[in-house]
T-cell receptor
């Protein structure tokens, strides 16, 4: 099965500080995604990437930046963390081409902004 | 913007019973649908996909798709305690490969 590894698994950050969440996949997948999970909102798409060195905005990109320096790595950056960004963040990857495009998720990063 | 609504929010099912989960989507052009399951403390994992109208069965799980009524459902037969989890339906986002998820249904299987 696809392997997506997120780090750290949990983090406490201060309001106004910078936070970087990392994601590494070993599936040779072209596509990678960042979602956040909040109770009552399900999973919402923040940023995604189809190829290294290129990122796209998802449905809730405000306050977040993304970076894809290689096919395997995808980071989510909070330049100025705010209380409203407290959530669980999930990274996912999927194959390209004519595949079914099932998304494979990591175990998540629980972020608390104080 | 595409939207996905799930019902019920939560469900209690006796062990061995049938659980039925529902999902409605807003975009009539949607074509590709998934059901995901998330156990506590883990990431979501794909249960099954369905792309054509009708039923698709995988083991104890059956998905049903009706594009005309904008509805997809999941039925879990012979529910087990290990089926206790948060279930999401998801639809492929228009113009791309990302998925839009519903808000989820929490299923609790009581022994």
């Amino acid at each position: 099965e696809a392997a997506v590894t997120q780090s750290p698994r949990s983090k406490v950050a201060v309001t106004g500080g910078k936070v970087t969440l990392s994601c590494h996949q070993t599936n040779n997948h072209d596509y990678m995604y960042w979602y956040r999970q909040d109770t009552g909102h399900g999973l919402r798409l923040i940023h995604y990437s189809y190829v290294a060195d290129s990122t796209e905005k998802g449905d809730i990109p405000d306050g977040y930046k993304a970076s894809r320096p290689s096919q395997e790595n995808f980071s989510l950056i909070l330049e100025l963390a705010s209380l409203s960004q407290t959530a669980v963040y999930f990274c996912a990857s999927s194959a390209g081409g004519r595949s079914q495009n099932t998304l494979y998720f990591g175990a998540g990063t629980r972020l608390s902004v104080l | 913007q595409q939207k996905v609504q799930q019902s019920p929010e939560s469900l209690i099912v006796p062990e061995g019973g049938m659980a039925s989960l529902n999902c409605t989507f807003s975009d009539r052009n949607s074509q590709y649908f998934w059901w995901y399951r998330q156990h506590s403390g883990e990431g979501p994992k794909a249960l099954m996909s369905i792309f054509s109208n009708g039923d698709k069965k995988e083991g104890r799980f059956t998905a049903h798709l009706n594009k005309a009524s904008l509805h997809v459902s999941l039925h879990i037969k012979d529910s087990q305690p290990s089926d206790s989890a948060l279930y999401f339906c998801a639809v492929r986002r228009q113009g791309g490969r990302a998925l839009i998820f519903g808000t989820g249904t929490t299923v609790s299987v009581s022994p």
